[in-house]
């Protein structure tokens, strides 16, 4: 089946330009988390929605950051007045499960550039 | 607050090699997932070891889950180009929905 889409692929922006990042989750996922993810490192938790409880956004760094997820399905990822510091890989992830394994199905990444 | 301490976070050896990643905690985890992700992708999903002291295969890779949940380990048997990657690791509270991630082994296999 489908697996986690993104959208778009590559993003470059000036900075001080607001940007919009899209998943689209595998089918039946209730879990969907957004990552940051740095050239070659490791992955930070940016925010966790499940199902249509309210999301936990204690990973977004700053109030430029923030996101909705539509009907249970889509999110968008916004940042706003982007800064030169947001360069980097935002990664989706969606989960089936509400708690247990919590294993996270990713999709390919946004590589954001802001110049 | 949780921490999982990953090494070594860059290896380059020769095709035909073994190696171990390590992943190490003071805390316990009720699960432990290994992924790996390729350049210009997103992580994929390896293995989950649920069980303390639990060895996992997956042809030519070893996975182990130390007895206490705290740490695990991941072996590769003749490594071989194809297994480049950045390898992670994550480990899952008991009760929390996030994960726990380790920084990462960025591994190069040279022909």
């Known amino acids: 089946g489908a697996g986690v889409s993104q959208s778009p692929s590559n993003k470059v922006t000036e900075k001080g330009k607001d940007v919009e990042l899209r998943c689209d989750p595998i089918?039946?996922?209730?879990?969907l988390y957004w990552y940051r993810q740095s050239l070659g490192q490791g992955l930070e938790f940016l925010i966790y929605?499940?199902?249509?409880?309210?999301?936990?956004k204690s990973g977004l760094p700053s109030d430029r950051f923030s996101a909705e997820r539509t009907g249970g399905s889509v999110s968008t990822l916004t940042i706003q007045r982007t800064q030169q510091e947001d360069s980097a890989v935002y990664l989706c992830?969606?989960?089936?499960?509400?708690?247990?394994?919590?294993?996270?199905?990713f999709g390919p990444g946004t590589r954001l550039t802001v110049t | 607050t949780q921490l999982l301490e990953q090494s070594p976070q860059f290896l380059s050896i020769q095709e035909g090699e073994n190696l171990t990643v390590y992943c190490n905690s003071s805390?316990?985890?009720?699960?432990l997932q290994w992924y790996r992700q390729e350049p210009g992708e997103g992580p994929v999903l390896l293995v989950t070891?649920?069980?303390g002291g639990e060895v996992k295969k997956l042809k030519r890779l070893t996975f182990q889950f130390g007895d206490a949940r705290k740490d695990s380990s991941l072996h590769i048997t003749a490594a071989q180009p194809g297994d480049t990657g950045l390898y992670l690791c994550?480990?899952?509270?008991?009760?929390?929905?996030?994960?726990?991630w380790g920084a990462g082994t960025k591994l190069i296999i040279k022909p």
């Open positions: 070891v649920v069980t």
């Open positions: 994550a480990g899952a509270g008991y009760s929390n929905y996030q994960l726990i």
């Open positions: 089918s039946g996922h209730t879990a």
């Open positions: 805390s316990v985890f009720s699960s």
């Open positions: 929605f499940q199902g249509n409880s309210a999301p936990d």
């Open positions: 992830a969606s989960s089936p499960s509400r708690q247990g394994l919590g294993e996270q199905y």
